[in-house]
Nanobody
Framework: VQLQASGGGLVQAGGCLRL?????????????VGWFRQDPGKEREFVAS????????SYADSVKGRFAISRDNAKNMVYLQMNSLKPEDTAVYYC????????????????WGSGTQVTVSS
């Protein structure tokens, strides 16, 4: 499975962005997919995850109520809708996949895409 994140950019505080994660590989629909973010000099941080069916989602407390994760298995896509963005949301965002249930630990994810930069100006 190969993953590719896109959709990042520069946005003002309070604005919104939608990130996309495109996957290749027939087993994508069996993967739990997570979004992580990382600022230089900091550890990679869990943002959100979604089960293979889309029926179960998890969010970091810092984004709960502002971000929404969804997926379309027919299109091999996972999305992260980010609303009410704050400067502290600035980071490189990565999508990642694993077989099994959701996990906030990035080391549990086997498949990683290249990141997409999100910059939120104050």
């Amino acid at each position: 499975v190969q993953l590719q994140a896109s959709g990042g950019g520069l946005v003002q505080a309070g604005g919104c962005l939608r990130l996309s994660c495109a996957a290749s590989g027939r087993s994508f629909s069996m993967l739990t997919v997570g979004w992580f973010r990382q600022d230089p000099g900091k550890e990679r941080e869990f943002v959100a995850s979604i089960s293979w069916s889309g029926g179960s989602t998890s969010y970091a407390d810092s984004v709960k109520g502002r971000f929404a994760i969804s997926r379309d298995n027919a299109k091999n896509m996972v999305y992260l809708q980010m609303n009410s963005l704050k400067p502290e949301d600035t980071a490189v965002y990565y999508c990642a996949g694993r077989y099994g249930g959701s996990s906030p630990d990035y080391s549990d994810y086997r498949y990683w895409g290249s990141g997409t930069q999100v910059t939120v100006s104050s």
